[in-house]
């Protein structure tokens, strides 16, 4: 059993060299392996207890591999936005993201395999008599060495450990949504404009590093520079997690990393409010009942799923959401329209049309590549969120369209990788775009006031977008808004305990 543990402590050097962390998951592989060495050993005596034995070690094997894959690939530990992703992610997804980061390093997993070869013994444990003492002294081995990886913190590298405690994180937030529902609990809420629509457009993975309008080099978004004079532009707003699930649920409840648990819905508010509410994906509901974001979405009036294509290499394109939008939009009444857009997800040259493949670099470097098809995928997402712009416009409505990014995305801004991963964080992961366009004819609330270079993050986007509707409630705060003059900074938490514009400053390339 020392084989696994030596080669994937050579392969993790190999690729970062000697580190803290790489040492503290040795440990703790050696500590997990001793659990797995006594436990086998004690079953050895028993019927079926070779097979139970085997099925261990091969467990072992496979979470050594998965581990050492992980670190191949991105250099960083399993964690709980793993799961996050895994549980709301579909077959495509997976087929993109493994051609997006597959590299040649994995090749090194086969080496895992090295013992299978006839030469090696299979025999890795000897045969124990079963005896009470030999029990009782493995019981005890077994509760020291689990007291020393909870004690030393050392079980956080511990990939079965997390992925349960994940999981069971998921599904509490899953069920505190469930339970609210279920209540059908409704709210005393105060409506004190009367505005018709309101469009929300949620984009995927877009930072306003690479949006011209935000200062970068290329000119990714003509459109929004055309529309300048009718929006208003937000230029330090960011997610408060560098994943979907995480931001999304906390820009569609009252959770905030004050009250990570206050699960209370931004819909109920909206619909109790008397309006309409609708929600357009070209994203795929997944599996509907088992998808976070789906669930939020579930809340709505009626909910369309575009990407209905279950096991196809493209995606469709974010255009089919624009005959959607006009036609909701023609419905009387009032109404909110949330559209979640594919927007910039991986692989970013999925995402758009031949004829938005505009920008590419001298040099043909797979660095170059990335970044040329991600700014052509901020170029289609400016089109696409432009014309629903032009839609709402065009139907004189008292209206407004707000649109953001669920998180941004590292493209070799920062640092010399490009996606997003909450433990190997950067601040383009974080750093979003927000704009809002409102008609002319469109109430504000009498406390309604323009900054916008308003220090802010999305998870008080339920207090922001409420205010903006003139909707009152005692459990909506108004200091949290975007849009209010009673307005209040605050800290922007991330990872649990960094203050953002501390990590920004560090995190300079």
């Keep these: 059993m020392a084989y696994p543990i030596i080669l994937a402590f050579i392969l993790e050097i190999s690729i970062q060299g000697i580190g803290y962390s790489v040492f503290q998951n040795l440990i703790e592989n050696i500590l997990f392996a001793v659990l797995i060495f006594l436990a086998i050993n004690q079953l050895s005596g028993i019927k079926f207890g070779k097979k139970i034995a085997n099925i261990l070690i091969i467990f072992f094997y496979l979470i050594l591999i998965i581990e050492t894959g992980l670190f191949l690939l991105f250099q960083t530990r399993f964690n ?29 997993l086969l080496l895992f395999l090295v013992p299978l070869l006839s030469v090696f013994s299979k025999k890795i444990y ?96 003509p459109r929004f520079s055309k529309l300048s004079d009718s929006l208003i532009v937000y230029n330090d707003v960011i997610s408060s ?9 906390d820009i569609f409840t009252l959770s905030n990393y004050e009250n990570p648990k206050k699960s209370t819905p931004l819909i109920s508010f ?43 290499n493209k995606t469709p394109y974010d255009e089919v959401l624009l005959p959607k939008l006009k036609e909701k939009l023609t419905i009387e009444g009032k109404k909110v329209i949330f559209v979640n857009i594919t927007g ?10 031949k004829e938005f493949d505009k920008f590419s670099s001298d040099n043909n470097t797979k660095k170059s590549k990335i970044i040329d098809t991600y700014d052509n995928a901020i170029l289609y997402t400016d089109f696409v969120v432009s014309e629903m712009i032009k839609t709402v416009q065009q139907e004189e409505l008292k209206s407004a369209l707000i649109y953001f990014s669920d998180h941004g995305e590292e493209v070799y801004d920062t640092s010399d990788f490009f996606g997003h991963f909450e433990d190997k964080p950067t601040s383009t992961m974080y750093e979003v775009p927000f704009l809002v366009y409102m008609s002319p004819s469109f ?17 008080d986007f339920p207090h922001s977008l409420t205010h903006f509707m003139g909707i009152e409630s005692d459990l909506l705060k108004k200091e949290r808004s975007i849009f209010s003059d009673k ?12 203050d953002f514009n501390t990590f920004k400053l560090l995190n300079k390339k």
């Design 241 to 249: 997690h560098a994943y979907t699930t995480g931001s999304i649920y």
């Design 344 to 353: 910039n997800h991986y692989a970013y040259e999925k995402r758009y049309p």
């Design 126 to 221: 000897k045969q124990v008599k079963a005896n009470t003492i030999n029990l009782i002294g493995s019981l005890i081995l077994i509760v020291f060495v689990l007291s020393v990886l909870k004690f030393s913190e050392l079980i956080i590298y511990n990939l079965p450990y997390i992925a349960v405690k994940s999981y069971g994180q998921y599904q509490d937030q899953v069920n505190s949504i469930n339970t609210f529902k279920d209540q059908e609990e409704y709210f005393d809420t105060k409506l004190v404009t009367e505005n018709e629509t309101i469009v929300v457009v949620i984009g995927e993975s877009a930072t306003s590093k690479h949006m011209g309008i935000y200062g970068y080099h290329r000119e990714t978004t």
């Design 443 to 459: 109430e504000r609330p009498l406390d309604f006031t323009i900054d916008e270079s308003r220090a802010y993050m999305l998870d």
């Design 80 to 108: 709980a936005s793993y799961i996050y992703v895994i549980l709301n992610t579909n077959y495509n997804e997976v087929k993109e993201f493994s051609s997006v980061y597959y590299n040649y390093n994995l090749f090194w």
């Design 487 to 498: 307005f209040k900074a605050r800290k922007r938490i991330i990872q649990d305990s960094l």
């Design 270 to 312: 909206i619909k109790n409010a008397g309006y309409k509410v609708f929600w357009l994906s070209s994203q795929r509901p997944i599996g509907f009942h088992d998808n976070l974001v789906s669930r939020l979405a579930s809340a709505a009036d009626e909910s369309l799923f575009l990407n209905y294509n279950d096991y196809l």
